[in-house]
């Protein structure tokens, strides 16, 4: 749908073939340079990512995140246990395998009788606790506990996050899939190429299955469709264009690193409605963090990560309202809430590929209602702009 465009306009001066090759090769090409751009980026941040010293990156926000965690328990939010230093050496030493602990409780609850009187006496009962001797499963020390702290929790959720050990089973899985990934592309392609050449061609095969009585109403639903689905995919291309070259744009004049890899990513996952840009936004703190390890969090890295956000920030305002307006508004024709009801039953139906769907999906339904089922208000109310 997105190089339907493109063969149109090719058409006025090639034969049908020549006019989709071409689409197709320029799509290869497209997709050629964005390899070229974005590989070595992506394995060069990799190689540094398994080369941080993820404890430095855990000690550089230690400062903050105890900051937090203070300004929390000030305000009443959290409750923190004061344990001493030796308190904790005491239970190291009592933990220990082997060892025999005593605990001393105090029973009140005994009577000893001295002569012809009886009164109540505190007797000591002694209780010994043999951890044994016998190997004991160790717990994993990175697993979080309900009785960790804050800055603890934290902690091992960073380093579950950025953890090295990862990456080789994120690179196997890679691997795994590279060569469906291919076979995909490639039918993809063939089968697109004979779309593209012979434009009615979709067409013909809904017709041929559709009855007679419905065939013309079926045919009016699908040039509906195609062109509105059209409007929007072109418009989603434009979409990631325009908040890549943005997002670089901006990072690069702040001097942050990786900017162009940053900005690909969120306009990519821009794409999933509501929380794609959360997503790109914590990408780019992430990749912002760990290309700044041996620097100070108040002086150097927490202006940067300002001005990530900032940026941010920026994108997401003329998304919001410059972009999606004309993306949404003229392509499927959608009134805001339409889009954000269709948006929440697309992510409970199907999660985020639901999400990613939800429009183009509502936006076909909205045309078959149309054309079959126009006798009733809630089609009539919702087709309206159609």
């Given at each position: 749908m997105i190089g339907a465009p493109l063969v149109k306009f090719l058409r006025r001066f090639m034969r049908k073939s020549f006019a989709a090759a071409i689409t197709l090769i320029s799509f290869l090409l497209l997709f050629g340079t964005l390899v070229w751009i974005f590989v070595p980026n992506i394995v060069n941040q990799a190689r540094n990512l398994a080369s941080i010293d993820y404890n430095e990156i855990i000690k550089n926000l230690e400062e903050p995140m105890e900051d937090w965690n203070n300004w929390l328990a000030d305000k009443g939010l959290i409750e923190t246990l004061q344990v001493s230093e030796e308190q904790l050496q005491n239970q190291n030493e009592l933990d220990k395998p082997g060892r025999i602990r005593t605990q001393v409780i105090s029973v009140d609850s005994l009577l000893r009788a001295q002569?012809?009187?009886?009164?109540?006496?505190?007797?000591?009962?002694?209780?010994?606790?043999?951890?044994?001797d016998h190997a004991i499963a160790e717990e994993n020390p990175d697993e979080i506990n309900e009785s960790d702290g804050f800055i603890e929790k934290v902690r091992k959720q960073i380093k579950a996050l950025l953890n090295p050990s990862l990456l080789p089973s994120i690179f196997g899985s890679f691997v795994g899939i590279i060569g469906d990934f291919l076979i995909a592309i490639l039918s993809i392609f063939f089968i697109s190429f004979f779309f593209l050449k012979e434009q009615g061609l979709f067409g013909n095969m809904i017709a041929s299955v559709l009855p007679d009585k419905y065939e013309k109403q079926g045919m009016t639903a699908l040039d509906e469709s195609s062109n509105l689905l059209i409007r929007y995919f072109v418009g989603?291309?434009?979409?990631?264009?325009?908040?890549?070259?943005?997002?670089?744009?901006?990072?690069?004049?702040?001097?942050?690193?990786?900017?162009?890899?940053?900005?690909?990513?969120?306009?990519?996952?821009?794409?999933?409605?509501?929380?794609?840009?959360?997503?790109?936004?914590?990408?780019?703190?992430?990749?912002?963090?760990?290309s700044q390890v041996d620097v100070s969090f108040y002086d150097i890295l927490l202006p940067r990560l300002g001005k990530v956000l900032i940026v941010f920030a920026l994108m997401q305002l003329m998304d919001n309202f410059l972009i999606q307006p004309i993306v949404f508004g003229k392509s499927v024709k959608a009134h805001p809430l339409e889009i954000f009801i269709v948006v929440l039953v697309g992510a409970k139906l199907g999660g985020i590929p639901g999400m990613i769907i939800a429009i183009p999906s509502y936006t076909v339904l909205r045309v078959i209602g149309k054309v079959f089922f126009s006798e009733f208000k809630i089609v009539q109310s919702i087709t309206r702009s159609l």
């Open positions: 002569g012809d009187s009886s009164h109540t006496s505190n007797v000591a009962l002694v209780i010994e606790i043999d951890n044994g989603v291309f434009f979409q990631i264009t325009i908040i890549t070259v943005f997002v670089w744009i901006g990072l690069s004049l702040l001097g942050i690193q990786n900017a162009l890899l940053i900005a690909f990513f969120a306009a990519l996952m821009n794409v999933i409605p509501y929380l794609g840009p959360l997503f790109g936004a914590v990408f780019a703190v992430v990749i912002t963090i760990s």
